[in-house]
T-cell receptor
Framework: AQRVTQPEKLLSVFKGAPVELKCNYSYSGSPELFWYVQYSRQRLQLLLRHISRESIKGFTADLNKGETSFHLKKPFAQEEDSAMYYCALSGYSSNYQLIWGAGTKLIIKP | ETGVTQSPTHLIKTRGQQVTLRCSSQSGHNTVSWYQQALGQGPQFIFQYYREEENGRGNFPPRFSGLQFPNYSSELNVNALELDDSALYLC??????????????FGPGTRLTVT
C-alpha cells in the first residue's frame, strides 16, 4: 500500500540550528515526492519537489530510494520557518493522486 | 491572476443533512481536487475533476459527490452527514491533471462542523 509517514508531530529547534524533518514512504514503483508548507493563517503551498532538485528558502530534500526517505533539511533555521510541513507523494500506482503524511509542526525558538 | 477561492468559510450542519461546498479554480487551471483534512491529520484525497469529468476518487463513500462546471469551478456535495464528516475541506487546482509535476494551488478551505 502507498503510504507517507512523518514520524514527528512536533519539532522544536533554536534559531540558527540545523533542521531535519523526516519523511518515509511506502510505494510500488517510482514516486514523485513533494514537501508542502502551511504558514500560520496562510494556505497550503508547495515548498519543493524532488524532480526539480531546487533549494527553496534554504531547504533541500534528497530522495533516498534505498531507505525510501525524503527528509527535508535546512542548515540554519530561521524564525520565519515556523510552520506546518507536509510530505506527499504521487505516481502511477496511486493514479497520480497525492498521498499525504500527517504533517510535522516546526517551531523555531528565538 | 486570481487564486483559488472557496465558500463558505465555515458551516455548521446537523447529522443527516446535506451540504454543498464550492470552489473556484485559479485562472487557467482545468483540474480541481478535493481533500478532507481532519484535525491533526494530513489531507485525504476525495476526488479530482479534470475538464468536467471525474478523474480519480479516494476511499470515500458515494454520499460524497462532485461536479465541475464549464468554467472549471467545482462543487463538493455530501449527503446524509455524519459526525465524522466534521473536518476542513480543501480544494486545490492545477493547470492539468498529471503532467506538471503535480503542483497544486490550494484554497483556504471550508470548515464543516456536523452536530
Amino acid at each position: 500500500a502507498q503510504r507517507v509517514t512523518q514520524p514527528e508531530k512536533l519539532l522544536s529547534v533554536f534559531k540558527g540550528a540545523p533542521v531535519e524533518l523526516k519523511c518515509n514512504y511506502s510505494y510500488s514503483g517510482s514516486p514523485e515526492l513533494f514537501w508542502y508548507v502551511q504558514y500560520s493563517r496562510q494556505r497550503l503551498q508547495l515548498l519543493l519537489r524532488h524532480i526539480s532538485r531546487e533549494s527553496i528558502k534554504g531547504f533541500t530534500a534528497d530522495l533516498n530510494k534505498g531507505e525510501t526517505s525524503f527528509h527535508l533539511k535546512k542548515p540554519f533555521a530561521q524564525e520565519e520557518d515556523s510552520a506546518m510541513y507536509y510530505c506527499a507523494l504521487s505516481g502511477y500506482s496511486s493514479n497520480y493522486q497525492l498521498i499525504w503524511g500527517a504533517g510535522t509542526k516546526l517551531i523555531i525558538k528565538p | 491572476e486570481t487564486g483559488v477561492t472557496q465558500s463558505p468559510t465555515h458551516l455548521i450542519k446537523t447529522r443527516g443533512q446535506q451540504v454543498t461546498l464550492r470552489c473556484s479554480s485559479q485562472s487557467g487551471h482545468n483540474t480541481v481536487s478535493w481533500y478532507q483534512q481532519a484535525l491533526g491529520q494530513g489531507p485525504q484525497f476525495i476526488f479530482q475533476y479534470y475538464r468536467e469529468e471525474e478523474n480519480g476518487r479516494g476511499n470515500f463513500p458515494p454520499r460524497f459527490s462532485g461536479l465541475q462546471f464549464p468554467n472549471y469551478s467545482s462543487e463538493l456535495n455530501v449527503n446524509a452527514l455524519e459526525l465524522d464528516d466534521s473536518a476542513l475541506y480543501l480544494c486545490a487546482s492545477s493547470p492539468t491533471a498529471r503532467d506538471n509535476g503535480y503542483e497544486q494551488y490550494f484554497g483556504p478551505g471550508t470548515r464543516l462542523t456536523v452536530t
